[in-house]
């Protein structure tokens, strides 16, 4: 049995406040009713200062889904904490998540703060938001890119104040996993076992995954992550890549998580639909090609024994079937195993001709449609028949 981790989801506010991506109240609700199914730990709903439909999201989300523990995002300031606890006023199960950049870059460029100034107020809002609710995360934004004693500072007197849990974001995605498990890592034996220590990763270099799973390596036992990987710039860990690396590689990663995988594609699916843009075709998990072979070698090898080349049923995410594509690259037996799915048992002769006639088309078009497939069996068959 591996250890718990947490799986905060942050697609309604991370996600949903970068460009293409925004959602309706009602929208909001049906992307959070998908998430409460796929079993996440935490969903943060919205940042209630930013705008009425944030705030009203988070009511609602609170109000329909009781069970759920709802964070509802806000600045270390008054204002901000007093409308995140005004926006969950009514929730079962509230968290008061509050940040403050502790960089020297952010300090000196967008707070033009003090280092005591910072903490100051980190301090202040985590005391206000206990006020308000028992459960408070605070986030030192830019934590990757901050002196360690100070972040470590920081950390402690958060906890002190009142935080159950201190999110160490990699804001900028600027991070590589061994630096960024050593920063957690530190923070974790500083700690002990006063707060959970949290992760919040973006994918500027690619890495978001690779660091969040080397911070858990490191201690981290909450990761926030979104469906299809969305948020600001190049987005955020995707949460479907984080879950089922642990769920695939428990020999490496024995930690587990409360999600029901299965609901993971409909989640993308649904999440889709309301946004501008869908995952790329060859995105992991859940994009169109994930469980698509094309080559014949590869396709040959999956007809035979799917392990060959399928790391995880695509059923365990909730993909109806593995999908073949059958393109340029295909060979006559995965030819014959589509004729077959097709209705069509075609004996020696007839698969030549229609291998032929599939091949001369698979040159035109990328990727051959089952109508294209049934549409050359009738032909051969017909002609034969003759
Ligand atoms: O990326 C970030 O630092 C954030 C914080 C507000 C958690 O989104
Ligand atoms: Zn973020």
Redesign the pocket.
Known sequence: MGQRVYIFD?TLR?GEQSPGCSMTVPEKLRMAAKLADLGIDIMEAGFPIASEGDFEAVGAVAKEFPWVQVAA?ARSNTLDVERAAKALENAKRPRIHT?IATSDIHLKFKLNKSREQVLEAAVRSVELARKYVDDVEF?A??ASRTDIEYLTQVSKAVVAAGARTV?L?D?VGYSVPSEYAEMIGHVVRELGDSAIVSV?C?DDLGLAVANSLAAVQAGARQV?CTINGIG?RAGNASLEEVVMCFKTRPDKLPYITGIHTEHLYSASQLLTSMISFGPQPNKAIVGDNAFAHEAGIHQDGYLKEKSTYEIIDPRTVGVPEGKLILGKHSGRHALKNRCETLGYTLDIKELDLVYKGFCALADRVKGVRNEQIAQLCQEIKAAVAQ
Do not use: K, Q
């Open positions: 942050t991370d995002l940040f986030s934004e830019d999110n974001p804001t919040h973006h926030e600001e």
